[in-house]
Nanobody, 124 residues
Framework: QVQLVESGGGLVQAGGSLRLSCAVS????????MGWFRQAPGKEREFVAT????????YYADSVKGRFTISRDNAKNTVYLQMNSLKPQDTAVYYCAATTWTMPRIQKVDYEYWGQGTQVTVSS
């Protein structure tokens, strides 16, 4: 059984920072790509960032490029999302996801395993 557990969400003022963590258990974490997605109320779940198995390759949505950084620690089976210069439009439930691909993936359909999500609220 693969489990992904996100943490680190919360309420922050615009311009602030948060770091999300996603702990993975039950599979060979170090051999697969990981991703972060988000879903705002009334909207589709959208891609945020993805990282390959080793951490050497990353890709970001245009809306977060230059502000968010995805990283991973394979020794800890954990992937992170550092979010800086947060804006009210970043408010959403953030989901961690795991795929069986080794290279970064940006489509939801490529991810087999999902966490329960963590709420991020940015006040203006």
């Amino acid at each position: 059984q693969v489990q992904l557990v996100e943490s680190g969400g919360g309420l922050v003022q615009a311009g602030g920072s948060l770091r999300l963590s996603c702990a993975v258990s039950g599979r060979a974490f170090s051999s697969v790509a990981m991703g972060w997605f988000r879903q705002a109320p009334g909207k589709e779940r959208e891609f945020v960032a993805t990282i390959n198995w080793s951490g050497s390759s990353t890709y970001y949505a245009d809306s977060v490029k230059g502000r968010f950084t995805i990283s991973r620690d394979n020794a800890k089976n954990t992937v992170y999302l550092q979010m800086n210069s947060l804006k009210p439009q970043d408010t959403a439930v953030y989901y961690c996801a795991a795929t069986t691909w080794t290279m970064p993936r940006i489509q939801k359909v490529d991810y087999e395993y999902w966490g329960q999500g963590t709420q991020v609220t940015v006040s203006s």
